[in-house]
Nanobody, 124 residues
């Protein structure tokens, strides 16, 4: 079983940037398709971005397209989410997860091995 650890969250003002990281504890993510999701208080968990295991192909939610970038390092041991031009509506707990279905799936049911999440708070 893969254990995921997210980091990099914090509090920023609108227009600011954050870079989230997702690493596997005791293992590697090199052969997994990965995704980022987020959940705001009182709302359902929603898809943010996905990346194929090769690192070449990505998929984004319309709400973050052009502002967020998902990537993975050359050794494919860490997955990143670069978030620019942050808005208050981006405030949420952000999770990374391993995809077990089609690489670009936006369904949370297609993902396993979730991390504990990292909080992102964007103030006006």
């Amino acid at each position: 079983q893969v254990q995921l650890v997210e980091s990099g969250g914090g509090s920023v003002q609108a227009g600011g940037s954050l870079r989230l990281s997702c690493a596997a504890s005791g293992g590697t993510l090199s052969t997994y398709d990965m995704g980022w999701f987020r959940q705001a208080p009182g709302k359902e968990r929603e898809f943010v971005a996905a990346i194929q295991w090769t690192g070449v192909t990505t998929n984004y939610a319309d709400s973050v397209k052009g502002r967020f970038t998902i990537s993975r390092d050359n050794a494919k041991t860490t997955v990143f989410l670069q978030m620019n031009s942050l808005k208050p509506e981006d405030t949420a707990l952000y999770y990374c997860a391993v995809n077990r279905a089609w690489w670009g799936s936006r369904r949370s049911d297609d993902y396993i091995y979730w991390g504990q999440g990292t909080q992102v708070t964007v103030s006006p």
